[in-house]
């Protein structure tokens, strides 16, 4: 039987890297009754993290799902990544939840990807919670947390709790909406006086607290200013109004290893936190009428689900990861994926706890859950009804920022990595790759280089391949800037019929992006018509192999004006070959330089540190094209020389703590400077010559 929509709460879980998101899903699993037991990260035993790189590296990769019954709701909750080249995940499983539980460290406050998931929340319009975690570590401090809270995040920040103790004697905290304390006895919470010390303090921030409650309506306010107080049912309803609609973001204590502030938490959000059912209705594209429509979160109307993520399990398969927005999804029902086409047959629907699946017979609107093996669908799909194809908005992810270039330790292994690659970017959307014909690599690209990485470890783990990570080479190309004219002569003799050919070619440049131009201006014959292409031939093999430093040659008019044969000895090998002699030799006097890749380059980084961004990309040989302020960031846009920007992921973020990001394409080529074309082709010898000797 689905659940009542009513009964639902979806929460996300964000926040900066390591501030203790795992932990916490674990702790509020273990209050209501979820697991028996309390995992722990440092064991590699909570619920949430259970892939193997996971595990290994005590940070989540994944967004995963986990639930739990509190006082007669059911509360789902998405346990998503927080540190930087996973933040997309976050960004996808804040598309299918109806409030974000942002996670903040005591000690560190608001850190990068904390103004990160802030904005994904902002972006879809989610009312939020903010939790002060681990306020029993040492150097905690609620106050300046909240301080950093209040200058760095936008939104009406409150405090309901204040903290009763610090560092490690922490052991609760004052309800300012109860005006209780509240300290944790045996795992369970007690409610007693505040203490004396904190007297001042309170009445000071339930002073702040009413006034907030009373700014979200008109009438209140007026009420509050005549009479300088709210009975406590008005502010109750007013509190949780204002949070549901996200005009006030409540901000409470908490320690999950001493299980402070979790059951607090858990009331919040069944109290204050808004259920599916709130949702005005869902927009999308109805395929029928083509035009945009919407969908009610209704358990009769058809079917909708959005795939948010998906996993890929050795032993089960594809794991598609959903939400349903509107309709009920049945198991072994049959239902369209309208963006690629495809009939899916659901099978097994499940409740997912981490790892483990329940089946279930269906799934009603507002719910999450788990569908085995459906053959095309992937993440950001949409699955719909077959009788009312409709399609939900894709969930946007973020273009990879670094490249490498794979290369398998063992021969015969290449058909194994770009099946094993294929099955990551299924899992994995932040991931691409490709071959790159002119450096003859296979590139994988992802959000930063820990990423790429990760993507390697998973490919040796779950798909036995091994392979080495390299810095992607540059294509560089060869051209002349002058013009040069020489002969090629090409003549065998041995035993029998011999070989003989003679070419006398012109080089000149043609313009950048001119390609190439192969001009025969033969007179009298003196190269038979028959051995023209030949000539052709052997000029366009010779540019393709490059003649410096091993690169295609690019941007050059080649002309064939005079040249001689012989009757039985002359053939189109013999003039192939005389060809590539006189182009190779005729190049090197026409004055050769290389051509680079330059890139468009936009970063955009805090205000403040937009000098140092800017100082640093000059020194990459960077011309600065503009810059814009918006607000406290800036965007700078540069082009750059692609060989300057391999190391820039690891520059950028040392530069800006780590709150800079940048997005690059191709535009065009330049010539290289000479001191930094000779080391090039120096490089291109030793490396041929070394693949010779192999």
Not at 92 to 111: C, N
Not at 512 to 528: I, K, L, N, Y
Not at 544 to 572: F, M, N, R
């Amino acid at each position: 039987m689905a659940i009542e929509i009513g009964k639902i709460r979806n929460v996300g879980v964000v926040g900066h890297g390591g501030v203790g998101k795992t932990s916490l899903v674990e702790a509020m699993l273990f209050a209501t009754g979820a697991v028996t037991r309390l995992g722990r990260v440092d064991d590699g035993s909570t619920t949430t993290d259970f892939d193997p790189d996971e595990i290994k590296r005590k940070i989540s990769i994944n967004t995963s799902l986990a639930y739990g019954d509190w006082k007669g709701h059911r509360i789902n909750l998405v346990d998503t990544p927080g540190y930087g080249d996973f933040i997309a995940d976050a960004r996808a499983g804040l598309r299918v939840v109806e409030a974000a539980v942002v996670v903040v460290d005591a000690v560190a406050g608001v850190q990068v990807q904390t103004e990160k998931v802030w904005k994904f929340a902002s972006e879809y319009n989610l009312p939020r919670v903010v939790v002060v975690n681990r306020l029993d570590r040492e150097r905690s401090d609620f106050f300046r947390t909240f301080e950093s809270l209040a200058r760095r995040l936008k939104g009406r920040l409150v405090a309901l709790h204040l903290p009763v103790g610090e560092e490690s004697s922490f052991k609760g905290f004052v309800d300012l909406v109860k005006m209780k304390a509240v300290t944790v006895v045996g795992g369970k919470p007690v409610e007693g006086e505040i203490p004396g010390d904190l007297a001042d303090r309170t009445k000071e921030y339930r002073e702040k607290l009413v006034e907030a409650a009373a700014e979200t309506d008109d009438e209140l306010l007026s009420k509050y200013l005549d009479e300088g107080s709210l009975g406590e049912p008005e502010m109750l309803k007013a509190l949780r109004a204002g949070i549901a609609e996200g005009k006030l973001v409540p901000v409470v204590c908490a320690a999950t290893a001493k299980s402070i502030g979790v059951h607090a938490l858990l009331d919040l959000i069944v109290d204050s936190l808004p259920s599916p059912a709130d949702r005005a209705e869902i927009a999308g594209t109805d395929l029928k009428t083509k035009q945009a429509s919407t969908r009610a979160a209704d358990a009769k109307a058809p079917v909708t689900a959005l795939v948010f993520k998906t996993l890929s399990d050795p032993h089960i398969g594809r794991l598609s990861l959903f939400r349903v927005t509107s309709g009920t999804v049945r198991a072994d029902s049959t239902l369209l994926n309208p963006g690629r086409g495809a009939r899916e047959r659901m099978g097994h629907v499940s409740w997912l706890q981490g790892k483990t699946q329940k089946n279930v017979e269906a799934l009603g609107p507002g719910e999450i859950g788990v569908a085995q093996k459906l053959k095309e669908t992937l993440t950001g799909d949409t699955l719909s009804d077959e009788a009312h194809p409709f399609e939900l908005p894709r969930i946007t992810f973020p273009e990879p920022a670094i490249s490498f270039a794979i290369q398998p330790k063992t021969r015969g292994d290449e058909d194994k990595i770009s099946n094993a690659l294929a099955r990551i970017a299924e899992e994995d959307p932040t991931v691409h790759y490709h071959f790159d014909p002119e450096t003859k690599q296979l590139l994988v690209s992802g959000v930063g280089s820990l990423h790429v990485e990760m993507v390697v470890e998973r490919m040796k783990r779950k798909y036995n391949v091994d392979v080495n990570l390299l810095p992607p080479r540059i294509p560089y190309k060869e051209t002349v800037k002058g013009r040069a004219e020489g002969q090629g002569k090409y003549k065998k003799q041995t035993g029998g019929r011999g070989q003989y050919g003679d070419t006398w070619l012109r080089v000149e440049p043609l313009q950048r992006g001119g390609g190439f131009e192969f001009v025969d201006d033969v007179f009298g014959g003196a190269v038979p018509r028959n051995f023209i292409p030949s000539v052709e031939k052997g000029v366009r093999d010779c540019m393709k192999k490059g003649i410096i430093a091993g690169y295609p040659v690019v941007d050059l008019k080649v002309t064939l004006y005079d040249g001689s044969y012989h009757d039985v000895d002359s053939s189109d090998m013999a003039f192939q070959i005389a060809a590539s002699m006189g182009l190779q030799k005729v190049f090197v006097d026409a004055h050769p330089i290389l051509l680079e890749p330059i890139m468009n380059v936009e970063v955009t980084t805090p205000a403040d540190h937009a000098g140092d961004v800017i100082g640093d990309l000059n020194s990459r040989r960077g011309r600065i094209v503009g810059m814009e302020p918006a607000g406290e960031t800036a965007a700078v846009r540069a082009s750059v020389p692609m060989a300057e920007m391999l190391t820039y992921e690891s520059s950028l973020r040392s530069m800006t703590g780590g709150r800079g990001g940048y997005s690059m394409e191709f535009s065009h080529y330049e010539e290289v400077p000479s001191f930094l074309a000779d080391k090039v082709v120096k490089e291109a010898k030793a490396e041929k010559e070394k693949a010779e000797k192999h």
